[in-house]
């Protein structure tokens, strides 16, 4: 199994996208078949040469269309048939992602946002109301343009996995 990361040009950040599994798959479909995903952002240890976490959403439900929608703005970013590409997970949107050409960068870098609202795992974990919006975590780097080209190859072929959800 292929797993989507972003990593930073500086290598010390990767935003990891994971399609882990598909409502219905095993059975009759369920209406909406959501996808289960997890998102991280990590950081690089060379103490260790592994990456950590710094934020995990560990259980997002995505309708199919958004993940369809995400892999189709990334295919039209880096084929140049957009400028940027601007993404959410749904509504709330627990997760977001936009992505821009950088003027002059050499080898065609991309700056990337990642959002991811942590008013859910809150109110799972601190037994506080829900509130979308409000507790936010926003992450900001540059990547080269070969590193979202992999990104949104990686995502496409975990979709397909997915049987295309």
Do not use: K, N, T
Not at 67 to 79: E, I
Not at 92 to 100: C, D, E, S, T, V
């Amino acid at each position: 199994m292929r797993v989507a990361d972003l990593v930073s040009d500086s290598g010390a950040l990767r935003f990891r996208l994971r399609l882990l599994d598909r409502e219905g798959r095993a059975g009759p479909p369920a209406p909406g078949g959501r996808i289960l995903a997890a998102a991280s952002l990590e950081y690089l240890d060379l103490r260790d040469g592994e990456h950590w976490p710094l934020v995990e959403l560990g259980a997002l439900h995505l309708a199919p269309e958004r993940a369809r929608s995400l892999c189709a703005g990334l295919a039209d970013a880096v084929r140049g048939a957009s400028p940027g590409l601007g993404w959410q997970s749904g509504e709330p949107a627990a997760l977001g992602l936009q992505a821009g050409a950088l003027e002059g960068a050499p080898g065609g870098g991309w700056m990337v946002e990642v959002g991811m609202d942590l008013s859910g795992f809150l109110a799972g974990a601190a037994g506080v109301a829900p509130r979308p919006g409000v507790e936010l975590a926003l992450f900001r780097f540059p990547v080269p343009r070969a590193a979202l080209v992999a990104f949104a190859s990686a995502l496409e072929a975990e979709l397909g996995e997915l049987g295309g959800a």
